[in-house]
Nanobody, 119 residues
Framework: QVQLVESGGGLVQAGGSLTLSCAAS????????MGWYRQAPGKQRELVAA???????IYADSVKGRFTISRANAKDTVFLRMNSLEPEDTAVYYC?????????????WGQGTQVTVAS
C-alpha cells in the first residue's frame, strides 16, 4: 500500500508561480513512477507531468516550458513547480504513483489539491 499526501495548492494571479508537493509512504517499488494529473470542472482528467526514480520525465504539451517536475528519492517526494500560470491551469491537481510510468493512472492516488489561477 502507498499513501500520497499533496500540499501546496492555492490561489494565485495569472503569471504567478506555485509549487506542489506530494509525499509518498509505503512500498518503494510502487513509487518507481510518480506524477501529477489535473481535472478542471467539466473536463476529463489529464496527465500534467510524470517522473521516474531515475529522472525520466514527460510533460503535457500545454505545460512544457512552464512546469517542472522533480523528485527527492530519499524522501519519496515529488514536486511540481508551476511558473507563468494561466487561468486555464485552474484545476484540482492529483498526485499519482505506480511501479511504472505506463500504468501510472492505474496506481495510487492522493486526495487532490486545488489550484486556482485568477485572471
Amino acid at each position: 500500500q502507498v499513501q500520497l499526501v499533496e500540499s501546496g495548492g492555492g490561489l494565485v494571479q495569472a503569471g504567478g508561480s506555485l509549487t506542489l508537493s506530494c509525499a509518498a509512504s509505503g512500498s518503494l517499488f510502487s513509487t518507481s513512477a510518480m506524477g501529477w494529473y489535473r481535472q478542471a470542472p467539466g473536463k476529463q482528467r489529464e496527465l500534467v507531468a510524470a517522473i521516474t526514480r531515475v529522472g525520466v520525465t514527460i510533460y503535457a504539451d500545454s505545460v512544457k516550458g512552464r512546469f517542472t517536475i522533480s523528485r527527492a528519492n530519499a524522501k519519496d517526494t515529488v514536486f511540481l513547480r508551476m511558473n507563468s500560470l494561466e487561468p486555464e491551469d485552474t484545476a484540482v491537481y492529483y498526485c499519482a504513483a505506480n511501479n511504472n510510468m505506463a500504468t501510472l493512472e492505474l496506481g495510487y492516488w492522493g486526495q487532490g489539491t486545488q489550484v486556482t489561477v485568477a485572471s
